[in-house]
């Protein structure tokens, strides 16, 4: 009995007991907000980066096309060295010009010509190249097709190979004009050729500015 009062008077001088208080040093960490973008600032962020992207391929593709093939001035010249050191070499062969001096002339104009004429294809395949590929990024910017090609000048010059050449085989004593069908037929088929491509280029890139129109009012 003894030990048992002296806990209960120990406990009555205690009173009653005290709560614990805990405090850490370590701070909480604080979430970081992120703002939520709706549906409707990506939707129009959406429409105007595509816009954007279809104004420069247009931009880019009509200055290319204003500007002049930097291989045509050189083809030139090469038609003048191929068609002049022949025709050189055969007045010349009529006057004091004698064989070797005109075969040498007639080789060099060709060789000339023909390093003149596959240095100016190099920069014309190079100057088609690039508006072909902006061309084939405004169809893909704007998501259009290009309008059916229009036939009648190839068959046209079908038409006049195909004659020349039978001409030129069954009447041999019509060779001269022959040879000028086959020339005429080559002549409309690559006019024909180019009239055509410009002509559905035209078509595209009106189209594609519609479209930008749309998609800057929208």
């Given at each position: 009995?003894f030990?048992?009062?002296?806990?209960?008077?120990?406990?009555?001088?205690?009173?009653?007991p005290?709560?614990?208080?805990?405090?850490g040093?370590?701070a909480?960490?604080?979430?970081?907000?992120?703002?939520?973008?709706?549906?409707?600032?990506?939707?129009l962020?959406?429409?105007?980066n595509?816009?954007?992207?279809?104004?420069?391929?247009?931009?880019?593709?009509?200055?290319?096309?204003?500007?002049?093939?930097?291989?045509?001035?050189?083809?030139?010249?090469?038609?003048?060295?191929l068609l002049?050191g022949?025709?050189l070499a055969?007045?010349?062969?009529?006057?004091?010009?004698?064989?070797?001096?005109?075969?040498?002339?007639?080789c060099?104009?060709?060789?000339?010509?023909?390093?003149?004429a596959?240095?100016?294809?190099?920069?014309?395949?190079?100057?088609q190249?690039?508006?072909r590929?902006a061309?084939d990024?405004?169809?893909?910017?704007?998501?259009?097709r290009?309008?059916?090609?229009?036939?009648?000048?190839?068959?046209?010059?079908?038409?006049?190979?195909l004659?020349?050449?039978?001409v030129?085989v069954?009447?041999?004593?019509?060779?001269?004009?022959?040879?000028?069908m086959?020339?005429?037929?080559?002549?409309?088929?690559?006019?024909?050729?180019?009239?055509?491509?410009?002509?559905?280029?035209?078509?595209?890139?009106a189209?594609?500015?519609?479209?930008?129109?749309r998609r800057?009012?929208?």
């Open positions: 009995m030990p048992t009062v002296i806990m209960d008077e120990e406990a009555e001088h205690q009173g009653p005290q709560p614990i208080l805990i405090q040093s370590t909480l960490p604080v979430e970081e907000i992120v703002p939520v973008q709706n549906d409707d600032t990506a939707s962020q959406s429409v105007t595509t816009a954007d992207g279809l104004g420069s391929a247009i931009e880019r593709y009509e200055t290319l096309n204003a500007q002049i093939d930097p291989g045509r001035a050189l083809s030139y010249i090469a038609a003048v060295f002049g022949p025709i055969i007045t010349g062969l009529e006057g004091s010009m004698d064989l070797e001096e005109a075969f040498n002339t007639c060099g104009g060709i060789i000339i010509g023909l390093v003149l596959l240095i100016a294809s190099a920069q014309t395949s190079a100057y190249k690039e508006v590929l061309y990024t405004i169809k893909a910017e704007a998501n259009v290009a309008p059916p090609a229009d036939h009648e000048l190839v068959v046209l010059a079908m038409l006049l190979i004659t020349g050449f039978m030129w069954l009447v041999p004593e019509l060779f001269g004009i022959g040879f000028i086959i020339g005429a037929g080559l002549v409309v088929a690559s006019l024909g050729n180019t009239k055509t491509k410009k002509k559905s280029q035209e078509q595209v890139v189209q594609a500015k519609l479209e930008l129109k800057k009012d929208n």
